[in-house]
Antibody
């Protein structure tokens, strides 16, 4: 059973960089066939896809966040990470990591999710 | 920018059938968007229900089904139960690795 666990600071100051790590257990990031994803949910709001990374390092980002987002992978630690720069209060949200399984022809879907971690942006 | 649309809220009686939809602000949803559906209860991570339009995720009861209805993706719940009261989100694959969530539908069972 694949499990994902987010970790990182719960409080970040405005203008700083938000950094989160997702540790994967029960499966290898290097196994291929999956995208390793970040999704967030503003308080009381809907879900927003941030982006994902393939084990090879290929990345895909939400165009609205692309200028501030970096997703990286560390296959030796079976982890992937999110960095979001120049944060404001509008970046306060629950951040989820998730695995997206690639479908044969195209597309993918999220099959495993972390429990989520709340990150508050405040001075 | 393309917006993925969902009904903000819906209600269904216990035992009833409800169909939630997922559309586009411009254009029609087809199987090529590989629609997927997720259920979320307050304070919990989303749970995967349906992917690739109509494939149920492992362990999802067959009263949940997905389809394309007209120009939208649809999630139908047959024989609604009290614990189906949740938020439901669709996701569409827009190509080039880009995915977009719908705004979600809050389903009430009463």
């Amino acid at each position: 059973q694949v499990q994902l666990q987010e970790s990182g600071p719960g409080l970040v100051k405005p203008s700083q960089t938000l950094s989160l790590t997702c540790t994967v257990s029960g499966g290898s990031i290097s196994s291929g066939g999956y995208y390793w994803s970040w999704i967030r949910q503003h308080p009381g709001k809907g879900l927003e896809w941030i982006g994902y990374i393939y084990y090879s390092g290929s990345t895909y980002y939400n165009p609205s966040l692309k200028s501030r987002v970096t997703i990286s992978v560390d296959t030796s630690k079976n982890q992937f990470s999110l960095k979001l720069s120049s944060v404001t209060a509008a970046d306060t949200a629950v951040y989820y990591c998730a695995r997206a399984e690639r479908l044969a022809a195209a597309g993918d879907y999220f099959d495993y999710w972390g429990q989520g971690t709340l990150v508050t942006v405040s001075s | 920018q393309t917006v993925v649309t969902q009904e903000p809220s819906f209600s269904v009686s216990p035992g009833g059938t409800v169909t939630l939809t997922c559309g586009l602000s411009s254009g029609s949803v087809s199987t090529s968007y590989y629609p997927s559906w997720y259920q979320q209860t307050p304070g919990q991570a989303p749970r995967t229900l349906i992917y690739s339009t109509n494939t149920r995720s492992s362990g999802v009861p067959d009263r949940f089904s997905g389809s394309i209805l007209g120009n939208k993706a649809a999630l139908t719940i047959t024989g609604a139960q009290a614990d189906d009261e949740s938020d439901y989100y669709c996701v569409l694959y827009m190509g080039s690795g880009i995915k977009v969530f719908g705004g979600g539908t809050k389903l009430t069972v009463l």
